[in-house]
Structure formats: C-alpha cells, structure tokens
C-alpha cells in the first residue's frame, strides 16, 4: 500500500502561476467596505426630539469601483481602511458634528454630500490615473434610517 504523500505547500499555494498570469479580466468591478464612528449633534430649526444634543453610532457603506490592478484587486479593502479614516473617522469621530463640520443642519442628507466631495477628492489622489471612482455612499444615522448617495444622480 503506498503512503498517502501531502502535497507540497507550493504545490496547494498554486505558487506555480507567474504574476503575469494573475490578470484574468479588464471589466470594471465594485467593491464595497463598511465603516463606523460615534458623534454627537442636534439639528436646528427643528421640532422634535433631535433638536435636544444626541448621538448616534453612524454607519458608512462605501462602494467604489475601477479595472482590477495586475494582482486582481480594484483598491485594497486595508487601503480603503485607512483612507476613510483619514478623511473621515479622524475628523469625526467622537466629536460634535455641529462645530467640526462646515456650516450646515448636521442631517444625513447633508453630512453625506460633505463625505462625497471629501472621499472622491482623496480616491481621485488615491488611484484616479486607474479610474478608481466613487460609486455609491450610504449613511446609517441609526439601524432604520438612512441617506445615500450615487454616481448616476450626482449633478
Ligand atoms: N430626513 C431626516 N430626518 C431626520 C434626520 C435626518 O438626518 N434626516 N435626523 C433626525 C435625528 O437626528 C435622529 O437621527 C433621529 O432619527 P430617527 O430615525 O427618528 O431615530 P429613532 O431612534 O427615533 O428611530 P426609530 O428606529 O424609529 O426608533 C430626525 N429626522
Ligand atoms: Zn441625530
């Protein structure tokens, strides 16, 4: 009977495909990340509740798209990461909304829009020359509601 050989950890690697075989189509591709950040607010010339300081555990849904690079990525979900928290987590977390963002009503429908305009400008930097793009942003400002954002409506 002949002993049951385990294959070599090049062999299960597949490390035998050169990197100029790893570009398996040109098609542009989304991918999408979540982010969280905790902020404080209230909203003027409003009656309610959310006119009283409050805040929320706010949830980011991006998506961004482009062509996939040599190794089969569009943009690194770790480089996402960091540039969200760069442009975003940084400057909000934690924070009232009211005195750090530029004057505005802190509503999802405008928070929103500043992300937009704050995230293409840092993707553009990013990985523009590859037609790296925002495509679609959502903003959780709690589990039920919501704003969002996409390419195809922005005029
Ligand atoms: N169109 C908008 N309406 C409201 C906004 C907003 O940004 N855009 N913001 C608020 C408050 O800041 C807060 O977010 C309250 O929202 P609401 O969904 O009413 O929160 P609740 O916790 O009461 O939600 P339930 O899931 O219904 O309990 C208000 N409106
Ligand atoms: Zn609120």
Known sequence: MSAYKIPSRLQVLGSDIDRSQLKYHDRRVAVTKEFTFDAAHHLHAYDGKCAN???HTYKVVMT??????????VVDFGDLKRLFEDVIKRRLDHQYLNEVLPPMNTTAENMIVWMWEELERALEAYAGDRGVRLER???YE????????ERAWMS
């Open 137 to 139: 942003l959502v903003l």
């Open 64 to 73: 961004v798209s482009g062509r996939v690079n040599e190794i089969g990525m």
């Open 142 to 149: 709690t589990p039920t509601s919501s704003a969002s954002l």
């Open 53 to 55: 300081l409050h805040g």
